[in-house]
């Protein structure tokens, strides 16, 4: 995400080093520039990690949107505004005989799921979260440990699966013609 920031910064550190040594720079000196690149560097890290955190959350609402988009063609407002709860949205699709539990990409969405809560909740690994692999139960969520590629890529390809199945289901059970 930021990656430019944290490779421009060691870059510099660099070219510092290089031009401290070709100028013969007084160590203070050094070290004051040292030091202030190692704070430029730091900040670049924390927006990266901050990028994750916030770029985590607008994903699950991202799916959480268009979940409540593919409900509204069938079910009652008062259903598709009570979806946000998972054990709902379960019980709500059990109610047509379409299990969410089936789609290929439900357990990557799921653990995003848990990792959206997590980081709005207390930023540190629940119960649920912990059930994945990679997550400690009680370690704080920095943001570095969250790989958003994976997730990124399985939103698209969930929403398409719980689309497409939903629709399956009502053709199958004839609710739709």
């Not at 720079?25 to 730091?42: C, I, K, T, Y």
């Not at 990124?152 to 013609?177: D, R």
């Amino acid at each position: 995400m930021l990656h430019f920031l944290r490779d421009g910064v060691s870059k510099d550190k660099d070219r510092l080093k290089k031009l401290s040594e070709k100028y013969s720079v007084s160590e203070d000196a050094f070290d004051f520039f040292h030091d202030s690149l190692g704070d430029e560097f730091w900040m670049a890290e924390q927006a990266e990690c901050f990028g994750k955190l916030l770029s985590t959350i607008g994903l699950y609402m991202l799916v959480e949107n268009e979940t409540k988009i593919i409900l509204r063609w069938i079910f009652s407002e008062k259903q598709v505004s009570k979806s946000y709860i998972w054990k709902n949205l379960k019980k709500t699709l059990n109610g047509i005989g379409f299990n969410i539990e089936h789609l290929k990409m439900y357990k990557i969405i799921n653990e995003l799921r848990c990792l959206n809560n997590d980081i709005k909740h207390n930023r540190k690994v629940g119960d649920e979260l912990a059930k994945y692999p990679g997550w400690v139960y009680g370690e704080e969520i920095t943001g570095k440990e969250i790989n958003f590629e994976r997730f990124k890529n399985a939103v698209p390809e969930y929403i398409e699966e719980l689309s497409n199945g939903i629709n399956a289901q009502l053709l199958k059970t004839k609710a739709i013609k």
